[in-house]
Structures are given as C-alpha cells and as structure tokens.
C-alpha cells in the first residue's frame, strides 16, 4: 500500500510552526487559542489531527496529560520532562538525555525489544518554590 502523502496547508504549517517554536509543551487548545486570531477558520478538531499526524510521522511527541490536558512536544531528541504539580508548567531537563541502561535492564527483564522510553519527574518548578518560600 503506498503512503498517501501529507497535506502542506497553511493551517498545518502554522501548527507545525507554533509547535517548534516554543518550549511551552503546549496542549492542543493553547496551540488553537494562540493561532484562531491569525486563522480565524481554524477548529480545534484540525489542531488535534495534525498534531496526532505529528507523532505518526515522528515530528512531535506527546509529553502525557497535565491537568486532563494531553500535552505536545516538538522536540522528538531524547530528552526528559519535569512537570510542575502547582502551575502545570512542563520543563526539558536534558541531563537524562538517552539512558540506554534503562533500555538494556528492561530488556533484559522481560525478554522484549524497546524502542524509547519515556521519563517524566514531577515536583514544584523554581519559581514555585521560590513563591511558596515569599509565603512562609
């Protein structure tokens, strides 16, 4: 069966464009809430269909769900996240960048091949901290 090939709409570029270019670990709603001015035609429906088109073809990542809100990453090197239990921000934390005992020990357990795997720490973010050190 031949791939049928992607669609290069203005729509999907700006998507795209608003992914890459920011650190955010935006959700689908923030990506459609920041382009709705621009592309006043815009659905959040054709946001959610090119951001799951995103991670089919390796372009983007889902981070998981912060606060019942799936969260996207357009950084698909390995990398890991840290998200904040207080203010939902999503952080890269590139000190655990590719950890392939992990990989080898899980294999190794259960006899299987991984691909990836995914590492998230969850906590208060600094600014956080320092906010809740203000209140003491």
Known sequence: ????????????EAIREALMNTKEHPSAEMLYTKLKNEIPDLSLATVYRNLNEFIADGDAISVGFVNSQERFDGNTKPHTHFVCEKCSRVLDLDCFNEDSVLDSSAQEEFGGTVRYHSLVFYGLCPECVNNAERLI
């Open 1 to 12: 069966m031949i791939a049928k090939p992607k669609k290069h709409s203005k729509k999907r």
